[in-house]
């Protein structure tokens, strides 16, 4: 009777353990929904329609980064002999304040907008594969009050805002949300 017990168990085990193999569950980041056909992505220096100097160039550095640390993809800025192409344009960059020292009245929190439109077409098949014509990234950053202090600080927060942007970009890419 014991012995049939324990082969029970056993038995019962190893079917969780086939079951929990076979549900598909992957660790974030892993899987792509991208065609098995695509290996190499042209990713050209995206279009800047700002004002904002070398943006484009900030936020295409950040996303061919992201590719090339997270994924197994060939990643190319020249779109001749890819697979597939990110197409990305830079829309429009606003900045505001957010807070205001009440004794001085002066700005000490700002806000970095950046407003973009990406999208990734196969390049055999002409099919767009992945697409947001909407794609907003806000960045705060403090100004110091102490005028020996005072030292820019949109440079590091708009660095920090590119390599958000080309994080979930990836994510988004890959995980086809």
Known sequence: MRFL?????????????????SCGYRVAGT???LPPDVKVIAIPTFVNRTPKFKIEQRITAAVM??????????????PAGADAE??????????GVLTFDPNTGRAT?????????VELV?????KVLFSNPNYIFREEYQVSQSTPALFEE??????????????????DILENF
Not at 109 to 117: D, L, M, R
Not at 154 to 170: E, I, Y
């Open 86 to 95: 990110i197409k990305g344009t830079v829309n429009s960059i606003r900045s």
């Open 109 to 117: 929190t700002f806000q970095i907008q950046v407003n973009s439109s």
């Open 5 to 21: 017990a324990r082969a029970s168990a056993l038995a019962a085990a190893a079917s969780l353990v086939i079951l929990a193999a």
């Open 65 to 78: 980064r992201e590719f090339i640390e997270r994924t197994s993809f060939q990643v190319t800025p020249d």
């Open 31 to 33: 899987a792509s929904r």
């Open 122 to 126: 196969d390049l055999h098949t002409k």
């Open 154 to 171: 949109d440079v590091p927060a708009m660095n920090r805002l590119s390599n958000d942007f080309a994080h979930t970009l990836v994510t």
